[in-house]
């Protein structure tokens, strides 16, 4: 099985400022065929359920404010929310669908 | 608008079986891969297993932590979405959610809680 390793585990940033997440995965999810990276990622606030952010490494799903981002390719991957807000308190979770599905355990981001 | 409502949880005594339903609505659901994934209290997101639609032989992959004691089904003529779940563990306490597709999720039902307690 895939391996996804996100860090840290938790994260402090203050309102309008950068936050980064990371996502490692123990084997390259970038799929030669047709040069697509097989990583999602998804933000869960609190009692709610998970919601898409990004899907093939770095398109934004629908309706996702154009603050988060992603990037990376092969083991690498990387979220950013350029300018935190208020609303942005959640825990995110990296995703690989190369080999069936694995997640990451989870970034808890607070202000 | 795209629908998935799970249901079937509640509290299950150890060594027993329990089988949760997703209703699904909005979409043509014998086109549409179907996967499950729970989420244990106070912890992360893992992945289940899924089904494939009836055009790839309704195929079913499992998470190893659950092969050989969860089955996923489907009845396309309602458009569910089963999870049989057999031989309970504590560890199996989580609320459990149903999502369309296999590959990325963005539609997910609200989830139902499964409590394996004695």
């Known amino acids: 099985d895939i391996v996804m390793t996100q860090s840290p585990d938790s994260l402090a940033v203050s309102l309008g400022e950068r936050a980064t997440i990371n996502c490692k995965s123990s084997q390259s999810v970038l799929y030669s065929s047709n040069n697509k990276n097989y990583l999602a990622w998804y933000q869960q606030k609190p009692g709610q359920t998970p919601k898409l952010l990004i899907y093939w490494a770095s398109t934004r799903e629908s309706g996702v404010p154009d603050r988060f981002s992603g990037s990376g390719s092969g083991t690498d991957f990387t979220l950013t929310i350029s300018s935190l807000q208020a609303e942005d308190v959640a825990v995110y979770y990296c995703?690989?669908?190369?080999?069936?599905?694995?997640f990451g355990q989870g970034t808890r981001l607070e202000i | 608008e795209v629908q998935l409502v799970e249901s079937g949880g509640g509290l299950v005594q150890p060594g027993r079986s329990l089988r949760l339903s997703c209703t699904a609505s909005g979409f043509t659901f014998s086109n549409s891969a179907m996967s499950w994934v729970r989420q244990a209290p106070g912890k992360g997101l893992e992945w289940v297993g899924f089904i494939r639609s009836n055009a790839y032989g309704g195929a079913t992959e499992y998470a190893a932590s659950v092969k050989d004691k969860f089955i996923i089904s489907r009845d396309d003529s309602r458009s569910i979405a089963y999870l049989q779940m057999n031989s309970l563990k504590t560890e199996d306490t989580a609320v459990y959610y149903c999502?369309?597709?296999?590959?990325?999720?963005?539609?997910w039902g609200q989830g139902t809680l499964v409590t394996v307690s004695s």
């Open positions: 995703q690989q669908y190369y080999s069936t599905v694995t």
């Open positions: 999502t369309g597709g296999i590959y990325y999720y963005n539609y």
